[in-house]
C-alpha cells in the first residue's frame, strides 16, 4: 500500500512540475532567445542520436530546464523530458548535478543523480553495443566576469527566483545554451570499470567541468584600471625606463612619470561588459545588413582551448576594419570571451576610438623605434594582460592587405609574446591563426586606388559614415579558427633551449620568433574559405579577355571544386558545397562585383568590367596558395606538351620553394613528389591530360581547362623570370637597384600586356623573391648571383612562359641599360 501511495505521489509531483513549466515556456519563449553552443551541437559535437543521449545540467532549475529544453529541440537533440528505454528499461534523459541554491551554500553532486550514472553503467556490464552520450549542458544568464574592487561574483549561476526573473528580463537575448563534448560511458567502464565510485567520480569531473566552464564564458574580472596602472608604473622595469627618459630628455622624474602614465592612458583598454552588450545589438543589425550569413569553423578548436586554461591569443589575417568586430561578435556567440584587441592607434578618433576602447582595444602606435620608455610599457602592459588571463589578439600583418594576399608577418607582437611566456606566464599560452574572409570587402575600392598611388584616407568619423551609407548585400563572411599553436610546445620541439634564461639575448630567440609567426601565417592558409566570389574570380582573371562563355565557366567551377574535394590541400579548408550553376547565380546576385552576363548569336558569355578586373584580383588572391602547385604542374604540362615525370618533378622542384614561401604553402619539399602524384592523378582522372606510364602530356579535348588551370600562376613566373633576367644581365647588382629595376621592368610589363593584378610590380613582393633566392643558394658569399643555377631556373621559366613576355622582358631591361648612356 505504501508503495501505492508513494507512486501515487510521485506521479501527481510530476504533473505539477510539468505543469509548472508550462506554465514558464509562454513568458520565457518571448523573452529568451535561442543560442545554443555550438549552432548545430550534432554535427559540431559529433554526437551519435541513434545511441541513447543523456543530459547533465549543473544545478536544479526549472528556468533553465524550460530554456535548455526549447534549445534541444531547436537543434534536433532528443527531448530531455522523454525516458532512454533501454533493453526494456526506463531511465531518465536528464540529471540535475545538485541541488541548487540553498540558503547558505549549494550541495555537492545529487545522491540520485549519481545513482543515475550507476544505473546507466551497469547497462553497459550488460549489453555491450551500448554506448551512452553524457552531454554536460549549462545555460549562461549573461557575461559579465564582474570587477576586480567589486566583491559580487558574476551572476551566471544559482540564482534565485527573483533574480531569474530579473534576468530573464535584462539578460533575454544574452542567453546561451552551451552543450559541451560528449563523454562515452562505454569509454568510462572499458578503462575505469562499473562501480559506485565511478559514479561518484563522474559527477565530481562534470561539476569541475561546469566551473571551467563559467570561466571559460566570462573570463577573469575586469581590472581597476587605475589599480592596474599604479602597480605597472611601479615595476622596476617601467621605473628603469623612467629614470632614463628622465636623464636622456633632461626632465625631472615627476614629468618622466606623468609621461608614462600619459603612455599608458593612451594604450590601455577600458571594457564594459553593458558597452559589449549594446555593440552585439549593433552588430547583429550590421552583419544582417551586410552579408546573408557568417559562415563559422573549427569553433570547437577555441572552446576547448579556453576549458582547459590556456591563455589564448587570436592571430587573425587583416582585410578589412570590420575584422576587429566580426571576430569579437564571433568569439561572443561561440560562448567565449572577447578578446583585448591590439588596434592601431590610427583608429583612436571619436567618436569610433572611445567606444572601441570600451569594446576591449588597446591602442598601439605604428613604430616605437627610438622611443624606449613607450616599448617598455607597451610590452609591460601586455605582459600583464597575459599575467591576468586576459584572451588578446593582434593582426601579425601589421596593417590590411590591400591585395587579398597575406603580408610578410611583423614580428614585434609575437617577441613580446614570447617574453611573457619566458618572465612569469604560468598558464599555456597558445596562438590560434584565425582565417577571415568576405565575398566583398567594404574597403576593396579604396585598396585599388591606393594601389595605383592615391594617398591613404586618414581614418575619421566622416569616412565610417561614407561607409556606412554602402551598406548592403555583400555576400557571406567567413570565420574558420586554425590549427593551435602552443608555444611552449613548439618550443620544446623546434628549440629546446629556449627553457635557459640565462642568456639575456639567446641566439634562439629571432630565430623562434621568425619561426612562429611563419607558422601562423601557413595555418591561416591552410584555414581558408573557398567561396562562389573567389572561385569565379579565379576562373574568369585566368582569361585574357577576362570572359568566358557559361559553360566554360560553370565547367571550369566544377573543375576547381572536384580538385579541392578530391586532392584537398588541408584538411581545414572550407570548400564549397553548391552546385557551379548555384555558385554563379550567387555571384551574379551579389552588387558592385561587376560580373555580366551578355549574350551573342551563340549563347551567354560572363564577363568582368574592366574597373572590376582589378577589384576581383583581392578576391582570387585570397585563395591563390590553394591552387599555385596545381597551376604551376598545368603550366610545365601545357607548354612542354609532353614530359616525362622525371623532368616534370625536375622543374616543379625549382620553382616550387619560391611559391611556398611567398604564398605560405604548407607542402614541405619530402612531401612534394607524393603531392604532384595526386595532382596529376586528378588532372588525368578529369581528362585534362594524358598518362602513358611515366609520360604526360595534353588531352586536346580538355586543353581549354588545363589553360585557365596554368593561368593562376602566369604572373608571378613573369615576375621571377624579370629578377633572374636582370640577374643574369648583371650578377652583381645591388638589391636595392635590382628590386628597383625588377618594379620598373613589371610596370611596362603590365601595360604592353595588360595585366590587372596589382602586386604585380609591387615592390615588396621583388623583395621577398629576392631574399628567397638568397636562402636558396643563389648568391654567392659575396653577394653576386650564381650564374650556373641562375641560368638553369631561366631556361625552365622560358619554356613555360610566352615567347611575347620574354621578349618584352629583354627588350626592357636592354632599354634600362642604354637610359644612363643616354643621359
Known sequence: MQDVNLGVGKCIMTSLLNLYRK???????????????????????????????????????????????????????????????????????????????????????????????????ELHRAFGDLDVQVIPVSVLWGR???????????QLRLLNGMQKTIAAMWFGRDTFVRFSQAVSLRYMVTEHGADQSIAQKLARVAKMHFAKQRFSATGPRLPNRQAMFNKLLQS????????????????????????AEKILKEIAADVSYENLRVLDRLLRWLWNKLYQGIDIENADRVRQLALEGHEIVYVPCHRSHIDYLLLSYVLYHQGLVPPHIAAGINLNFWPAGPIFRRSGAFFIRRTFKGNRLYSTIFREYLGELFHRGYSVEYFIEGGRSRTGRLLTPKTGMMSMTLQALQQRQTRPITVVPVYIGYEHVLEVDTYAKELRGAAKEKENAGLVLRVIKKLRNLGKGYVNFGEPITLSNYLNQHYPEWKNTDDEKPTWFNKAVDSISNQVMVNINNAAAVNAMNLTGTALLSSRQRALSREQLLEQLQSYQEFLQNVPYSDDVIVPAESPEEMLKHVLGLERVGVLVEKDSFGELVRLERNSAV???????????????????????????????????????????????????????????????????????????????????INDRGIRTLQLWASAVREILQRYRITIAI?????????????????????????LHGINAPEFFDKAVFAEFTASLKDNGYFDEAGNAVTEKLDELADILNHIISAEVNLTIRSAIEKAEEMPAQE
Do not use: W
Open 727 to 751: 640577374l643574369q644581365y648583371k650578377p652583381d647588382i645591388a638589391r636595392n637597384a635590382l628590386e628597383k629595376e625588377s618594379q620598373s621592368v613589371a610596370q611596362r610589363l603590365s601595360v
Open 23 to 121: 506554465v514558464l515556456e509562454a513568458p520565457l519563449s518571448f523573452l529568451v532567445k535561442n543560442n545554443p553552443i555550438p549552432s548545430n551541437p550534432i554535427e559540431e559535437l559529433k554526437l551519435n542520436v541513434s545511441q541513447p543521449i543523456v543530459y547533465v545540467l549543473p544545478y536544479t532549475s526549472q528556468t533553465d530546464f524550460v530554456i535548455f529544453r526549447k534549445n534541444c529541440l531547436s537543434v534536433g537533440l532528443p527531448d530531455p523530458i522523454e525516458t532512454n528505454d533501454i533493453h526494456g528499461k526506463q531511465l531518465p534523459r536528464y540529471v540535475f548535478l545538485d541541488e541548487g541554491r540553498q540558503i547558505f551554500k549549494s550541495k555537492g553532486p545529487k545522491k540520485e543523480t549519481e545513482k543515475v550514472f550507476y544505473n546507466y553503467l
Open 236 to 259: 622596476p622595469v617601467i621605473l628603469s625606463a623612467i629614470a632614463d627618459e628622465a636623464k636622456s630628455k633632461n626632465m625631472s622624474r615627476e614629468r618622466a612619470h606623468q609621461e
Open 615 to 697: 577589384l576581383m584580383t583581392y578576391y582570387r588572391n585570397n585563395i591563390q596558395h590553394l591552387f599555385a602547385l596545381p597551376s604551376l604542374v598545368a603550366s610545365i604540362i601545357l607548354h612542354y606538351e609532353k614530359i616525362h615525370n622525371r623532368e616534370l618533378l625536375h622543374a616543379v622542384q625549382r620553382i616550387y620553394p619560391f611559391l611556398k614561401n611567398e604564398l605560405f604553402i604548407h607542402i614541405e619539399k619530402e612531401e612534394l613528389t607524393l603531392v604532384v602524384e595526386k595532382i596529376i592523378a586528378e588532372f588525368h582522372r578529369q581528362k585534362l591530360i594524358d598518362v602513358d606510364g611515366d609520360v604526360f602530356s
Open 144 to 154: 559579465a566576469p564582474g570587477r576586480e574592487d567589486k566583491g559580487k561574483l558574476p
